[in-house]
């Protein structure tokens, strides 16, 4: 084939995706802006709705972040100063600050080498007595083992809430994620398989009376209007973003199954360039239905970051989720997590690469990623050889 017409790939393409509904989205906003109705109101009682359907939670709450949505599930349990909320090392920041930012502190653990999702072994080691919660995320949109986790936490009296924030629509033995565990909190950034037009969040539940409070923690911890039961937060999703993310959440599944077609043929690619011996791949697990909001690949025993340059310059875009593990961050290091602990989550940071994989991608354009890819690894096998 011919590269003439494609020649650079971006990691993702926000504008593409928000294209296919523009239409629909400028008419909502024309009418939230008419109304003049900018917080709470009809768009989010269908969004709400929605993800209802979606995930098959009871019930859900918007709020402004998935990084608020984490914190209130924990205001909500009654974690603060004292409590110990296990966590994965291996996840984005907002898994842990959501318990420091509440005077708790964050035990991190292990992942899964496979999965890159928390290891159970390693989470049932760090159990203690003042473990109140443990944190499972369901990075780059798969389920963790939520089966022994919640099995694990059960005999031992700890909440579970899951990080959804990269898995809406994710399911594990056919469950949706955020229904598992006490709460589910999910992300509408806009780098996400469901992404607003700016910030936006929103916390699942089963529970009648946990979602009643989490509402009111919401706003103020204020009901009636100006009598404050609870010291809360002001942590809304505004209508602008209800009425945007009530339209897209439409094509959810479109969306979805255009990843995992990305996914697989991914895998068909990486295979017939035999470079299976130099890189891993990742996969899907067997009770899990992958919504692969990132595909992220290892390369072992290789300048990563030196790789990662050279992709760049070949037109390929692409990232690192994530280079530094949390219990190494300067803002953790006063917690004195052993390193050794945590073995996995440490190569994992030094191995990992995001590609593209936003579903509007081209056969084209995947073709040239793998294309370029397998350049840059030969071109480092080449360097190595010249070098030894
Ligand atoms: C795993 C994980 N948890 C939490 C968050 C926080 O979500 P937000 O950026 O909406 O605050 C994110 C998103 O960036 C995430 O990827």
């Known amino acids: 084939m011919s590269y003439e017409a494609v020649d650079r790939v971006p990691l993702l393409d926000i504008s593409k995706g928000n294209a296919a509904d523009h239409e629909e989205i400028m008419a909502a906003l024309e009418e939230v802006v008419k109304s003049g109705w900018f917080v709470g109101g009809p768009n989010l009682a269908r969004f709400e709705e929605q993800v209802c359907e979606v995930t098959g939670a009871k019930h859900s709450i918007g709020c402004a972040s998935g990084s608020d949505a984490l914190l209130l599930s924990l205001m909500a349990l009654d974690v603060g100063p004292g409590a110990e909320v296990i966590v994965p090392s291996f996840t984005f920041f907002a898994t842990a600050s959501a318990a420091w930012r509440l005077g708790a502190k964050p035990v991190f653990v292990d992942i899964d080498p496979k999965t890159f999702n928390i290891d159970p072994e390693s989470f049932a080691k760090a159990i203690s007595k003042r473990t109140k919660a443990v944190i499972p995320v369901h990075l780059f949109g798969q389920c963790a083992e939520m089966d022994p986790i919640m099995e694990i936490a059960q005999a031992n009296g700890i909440d579970v809430i899951e990080d959804a924030a990269q898995a809406l629509g994710a399911k594990y033995d056919g469950v949706g994620a955020g229904a598992i565990g006490r709460t589910g909190c999910f992300s509408f950034y806009p780098t996400k398989n469901l992404g ?163 579903p509007e991608m081209t056969v084209e354009q995947q073709n040239l990623v793998v294309d370029r890819f397998v350049e840059c690894l030969k071109g480092a096998q080449k360097e190595y050889r010249i070098a030894s």
């Open 196 to 358: 607003g037009f700016g910030d936006g969040g929103l916390i699942t539940t089963n529970d009648d009376e946990l979602a009643e409070k989490i509402r009111l923690f919401t706003n103020h911890g204020m009901k009636p209007r100006y009598y404050h039961s609870e010291v809360g937060a002001n942590s809304r999703l505004d209508a602008v973003q209800a009425a945007v993310l009530s339209i897209k959440i439409k094509r959810l599944d479109e969306i979805t199954n255009a990843r995992r077609a990305n996914a697989r043929r991914y895998q068909q690619l990486f295979e017939s360039a035999g470079i299976l011996d130099q890189i891993e791949i990742p996969s899907e697990t067997d009770r899990c239905h992958h919504v692969w909001n990132q595909y992220t690949v290892r390369i072992p025993g290789q300048d990563r970051d030196g790789f990662r340059d050279q992709l760049n310059q070949k037109g390929i875009g692409s990232e690192v989720y994530y280079p530094v593990p949390l219990h190494q961050q300067r803002c953790f290091l006063s917690l004195f997590t052993d390193p050794d602990l945590l073995p996995e989550t440490n190569r994992a940071a030094n191995e990992v690469l995001s590609l593209p994989i936003f």
